[in-house]
Protein backbone atom coordinates (compact mmCIF):
# COMPACT_ATOMS: atom_id res chain seq x y z
CA UNK A 1 0.00 0.00 0.00
CA UNK A 2 2.48 2.77 0.96
CA UNK A 3 4.17 1.67 -2.84
CA UNK A 4 0.81 3.09 -4.12
CA UNK A 5 0.94 5.95 -2.77
CA UNK A 6 4.43 7.10 -3.38
CA UNK A 7 3.69 5.80 -6.81
CA UNK A 8 0.66 7.85 -7.53
CA UNK A 9 1.91 11.36 -5.59
CA UNK A 10 4.70 10.71 -8.35
CA UNK A 11 2.84 11.15 -11.33
CA UNK A 12 0.61 13.64 -9.80
CA UNK A 13 4.02 15.87 -9.20
CA UNK A 14 4.96 15.00 -12.51
CA UNK A 15 3.01 17.60 -14.40
CA UNK A 16 4.84 20.01 -15.99
CA UNK A 17 3.36 23.48 -15.44
CA UNK A 18 3.91 25.97 -19.11
CA UNK A 19 3.86 29.80 -17.86
CA UNK A 20 4.42 31.90 -21.08
CA UNK A 21 6.04 35.38 -20.36
CA UNK A 22 5.49 38.27 -23.07
CA UNK A 23 7.49 41.36 -23.35
CA UNK A 24 4.95 43.82 -24.30
CA UNK A 25 7.60 46.64 -24.37
CA UNK A 26 10.07 45.07 -26.61
CA UNK A 27 12.27 48.24 -27.20
CA UNK A 28 15.33 47.89 -29.01
CA UNK A 29 17.75 50.97 -30.32
CA UNK A 30 15.91 52.05 -33.32
CA UNK A 31 13.09 50.11 -33.44
CA UNK A 32 10.02 51.41 -34.75
CA UNK A 33 6.20 50.81 -34.99
CA UNK A 34 4.06 51.96 -38.27
CA UNK A 35 0.28 52.79 -37.83
CA UNK A 36 -2.94 53.42 -40.27
CA UNK A 37 -5.31 56.29 -38.98
CA UNK A 38 -8.89 56.01 -40.53
CA UNK A 39 -7.79 58.10 -43.14
CA UNK A 40 -4.70 55.97 -44.28
CA UNK A 41 -2.53 58.19 -43.04
CA UNK A 42 1.04 56.41 -41.20
CA UNK A 43 1.84 57.72 -37.81
CA UNK A 44 5.68 56.07 -36.71
CA UNK A 45 6.88 55.77 -33.29
CA UNK A 46 10.28 54.58 -32.50
CA UNK A 47 12.82 53.72 -29.65
CA UNK A 48 15.52 56.22 -29.50
CA UNK A 49 17.29 54.38 -26.58
CA UNK A 50 17.11 51.38 -24.49
CA UNK A 51 17.75 50.57 -21.37
CA UNK A 52 16.10 51.36 -17.74
CA UNK A 53 15.52 55.20 -19.48
CA UNK A 54 14.42 55.17 -22.72
CA UNK A 55 13.04 57.89 -25.22
CA UNK A 56 10.36 57.55 -27.66
CA UNK A 57 9.35 59.67 -30.46
CA UNK A 58 5.84 59.65 -30.11
CA UNK A 59 2.42 59.55 -31.88
CA UNK A 60 2.71 63.54 -32.29
CA UNK A 61 6.15 63.60 -33.29
CA UNK A 62 7.29 64.82 -29.38
CA UNK A 63 9.79 63.33 -27.33
CA UNK A 64 8.85 61.13 -24.30
CA UNK A 65 11.09 60.66 -21.55
CA UNK A 66 9.83 57.43 -20.29
CA UNK A 67 11.86 55.70 -17.39
CA UNK A 68 11.44 51.77 -15.68
CA UNK A 69 11.45 51.42 -12.34
CA UNK A 70 10.99 47.86 -12.15
CA UNK A 71 7.44 47.69 -11.63
CA UNK A 72 6.59 51.26 -13.17
CA UNK A 73 7.10 53.35 -16.03
CA UNK A 74 7.52 56.97 -15.63
CA UNK A 75 6.93 59.62 -18.14
CA UNK A 76 8.87 62.94 -18.00
CA UNK A 77 6.33 66.24 -17.27
CA UNK A 78 7.20 69.53 -17.19
CA UNK A 79 4.13 71.88 -16.11
CA UNK A 80 4.94 75.38 -17.03
CA UNK A 81 3.42 78.59 -17.75
CA UNK A 82 3.77 82.12 -18.98
CA UNK A 83 3.58 84.93 -15.96
CA UNK A 84 3.73 88.27 -18.52
CA UNK A 85 7.18 87.92 -20.73
CA UNK A 86 8.68 85.05 -18.11
CA UNK A 87 8.22 82.04 -18.49
CA UNK A 88 7.66 79.60 -15.08
CA UNK A 89 8.34 76.29 -14.69
CA UNK A 90 6.21 74.89 -11.83
CA UNK A 91 7.09 71.45 -11.84
CA UNK A 92 10.33 69.34 -13.94
CA UNK A 93 9.65 65.45 -13.05
CA UNK A 94 8.69 61.94 -13.94
CA UNK A 95 4.92 61.08 -13.06
CA UNK A 96 3.41 57.46 -13.32
CA UNK A 97 2.62 56.43 -16.64
CA UNK A 98 1.82 52.96 -15.57
CA UNK A 99 2.43 49.86 -14.19
CA UNK A 100 5.07 47.08 -15.71
CA UNK A 101 4.98 44.39 -15.69
CA UNK A 102 0.98 45.09 -16.74
CA UNK A 103 -1.29 44.72 -13.45
CA UNK A 104 -5.10 43.21 -14.50
CA UNK A 105 -7.73 45.36 -12.64
CA UNK A 106 -5.44 48.18 -12.09
CA UNK A 107 -7.27 51.44 -10.85
CA UNK A 108 -5.37 54.41 -9.83
CA UNK A 109 -5.49 58.18 -9.88
CA UNK A 110 -2.24 60.25 -8.58
CA UNK A 111 -2.66 63.82 -8.07
CA UNK A 112 0.31 66.20 -7.55
CA UNK A 113 0.23 70.00 -6.46
CA UNK A 114 2.11 72.60 -5.68
CA UNK A 115 1.86 76.49 -5.28
CA UNK A 116 1.51 77.20 -8.91
CA UNK A 117 0.08 73.88 -10.32
CA UNK A 118 -2.08 70.63 -9.76
CA UNK A 119 -1.71 67.74 -12.16
CA UNK A 120 -3.76 64.54 -12.10
CA UNK A 121 -2.98 61.50 -13.58
CA UNK A 122 -5.74 58.40 -14.16
CA UNK A 123 -4.92 54.92 -15.06
CA UNK A 124 -6.50 51.79 -15.43
CA UNK A 125 -5.64 48.08 -17.12
CA UNK A 126 -7.58 45.72 -18.28
CA UNK A 127 -6.45 42.28 -19.53
CA UNK A 128 -8.57 40.91 -22.95
CA UNK A 129 -7.21 37.57 -23.89
CA UNK A 130 -3.60 37.86 -24.02
CA UNK A 131 -4.02 41.63 -24.85
CA UNK A 132 -3.60 44.59 -22.42
CA UNK A 133 -5.96 47.28 -22.26
CA UNK A 134 -4.70 50.48 -20.97
CA UNK A 135 -6.59 53.90 -20.34
CA UNK A 136 -4.76 57.06 -19.47
CA UNK A 137 -5.98 60.29 -18.53
CA UNK A 138 -3.92 63.60 -17.35
CA UNK A 139 -5.07 66.90 -16.49
CA UNK A 140 -3.07 69.67 -15.10
CA UNK A 141 -3.90 73.39 -14.06
CA UNK A 142 -1.65 76.41 -13.39
CA UNK A 143 -2.49 79.80 -12.62
CA UNK A 144 -3.47 80.37 -16.66
CA UNK A 145 -3.25 77.11 -18.32
CA UNK A 146 -5.18 73.98 -18.11
CA UNK A 147 -4.19 70.90 -20.23
CA UNK A 148 -6.04 67.78 -20.83
CA UNK A 149 -4.26 64.08 -22.27
CA UNK A 150 -6.17 61.08 -23.04
CA UNK A 151 -4.99 57.82 -24.22
CA UNK A 152 -6.39 54.39 -25.02
CA UNK A 153 -3.50 51.46 -25.58
CA UNK A 154 -4.03 48.25 -26.66
CA UNK A 155 -0.43 46.33 -25.71
CA UNK A 156 -0.29 42.81 -27.59
CA UNK A 157 2.51 40.16 -26.59
CA UNK A 158 5.89 41.23 -27.95
CA UNK A 159 4.68 43.31 -30.26
CA UNK A 160 4.03 46.91 -28.04
CA UNK A 161 0.69 49.16 -29.00
CA UNK A 162 -1.34 47.06 -31.67
CA UNK A 163 -4.16 49.51 -31.17
CA UNK A 164 -4.44 53.13 -29.55
CA UNK A 165 -6.72 55.92 -29.68
CA UNK A 166 -5.49 59.37 -29.24
CA UNK A 167 -7.59 61.89 -27.87
CA UNK A 168 -9.55 64.11 -27.78
CA UNK A 169 -6.84 66.60 -26.06
CA UNK A 170 -7.40 70.16 -24.79
CA UNK A 171 -5.32 73.05 -23.76
CA UNK A 172 -5.92 76.33 -22.73
CA UNK A 173 -3.41 78.93 -22.42
CA UNK A 174 -4.54 82.03 -21.07
CA UNK A 175 -7.81 82.69 -23.30
CA UNK A 176 -6.73 80.56 -26.49
CA UNK A 177 -8.32 77.29 -26.77
CA UNK A 178 -6.82 74.26 -28.65
CA UNK A 179 -8.97 71.04 -28.69
CA UNK A 180 -6.92 68.27 -30.86
CA UNK A 181 -9.22 65.77 -32.54
CA UNK A 182 -9.42 61.84 -31.77
CA UNK A 183 -7.41 59.94 -33.58
CA UNK A 184 -8.00 56.02 -33.99
CA UNK A 185 -4.51 54.19 -34.99
CA UNK A 186 -3.66 50.52 -36.36
CA UNK A 187 -0.79 49.09 -36.57
CA UNK A 188 0.32 48.28 -39.85
CA UNK A 189 4.26 47.25 -39.14
CA UNK A 190 6.91 46.90 -36.81
CA UNK A 191 10.63 47.11 -38.10
Do not use: H
Not at 49 to 72: A, M, P, R, V, Y
Not at 130 to 154: A, D, G, H
Not at 162 to 191: C, F, H, M, Q
Amino acid sequence: MPRNLIFLFLISCSEVVDIETFDYLPFKKYQSWTYLDENNNEFNISAIKSDSFFIILSFEGNLEFLQNTGDFILIKRTIEYSNYDQLIVAYDGNLPYFPYPFVDGFNKEYVISGKDYFAKTIISIQKEKLNYNLNYYYYEQTPNSKKIIRRFYKFAPDSFIVYAEIGPDTSIIGSYLSVYNKKVLRILRIE
